[in-house]
Structures are given as structure tokens and as C-alpha cells.
């Protein structure tokens, strides 16, 4: 008697659950603006605000810039250090 009692519950409970979801699906579908429109708003560029100095300008200090490499780029850029540093040291 038990068994059947869950059952009943856990279907009960997935059937909100589900309904639940699909109602969230659909308000976010009708909140999400037109294609055309969130490819305008993605065309606006936004400066992060350590970019800006106190008065709301662009800062002119230097920036610290790192690149990513690939594992052949840097192997090639260590091999170059090495064969300069051994041909320097002759």
C-alpha cells in the first residue's frame, strides 16, 4: 500500500516539475527580444569600468597584455631562446 502511495506522490511531484518547466521555457521565450535585436545590442561595445580613470575618461597607462600560444608556438619561441643563449655564450 505504501509503494502505491509514492508512486502517486513521485508522479505528482514530476508533473509539476514538468509543467513548471514548460511554463519557464515559454516566459523566457516571449521575455527574449527579436533576433534582429539582440544582434544590434551585441554590436555595442562597453568599456570595462579599470579602463576609466577618475573622471570617467580613458585611462592612457600601460597595459599589461598576455597572449595566448599554442604548444608548437611556444616549444618554437623556447627552442629560438635556447639557441640563442648557447650560440651568445661561444
Known amino acids: 500500500m ?6 502517486v506522490a513521485f508522479t505528482a511531484l514530476s ?13 523566457l521565450a516571449k521575455a527574449e527580444p527579436a533576433p534582429h535585436l539582440s544582434r544590434r545590442l551585441a554590436k555595442v561595445k562597453s568599456l570595462h569600468p579599470e579602463l576609466l580613470d577618475q573622471q570617467g575618461n580613458i585611462s592612457q597607462e600601460p597595459l599589461l597584455v598576455m597572449r595566448a600560444y599554442t604548444i608548437d608556438d611556444a616549444r618554437a619561441r623556447l627552442d629560438a631562446l635556447y639557441e640563442a643563449s648557447s650560440n651568445s655564450e661561444i
Open 15 to 27: 508533473i509539476l516539475a514538468v509543467a513548471n518547466l514548460i511554463r519557464s521555457m515559454l516566459s
Open 2 to 7: 505504501i509503494q502505491i502511495l509514492y508512486i
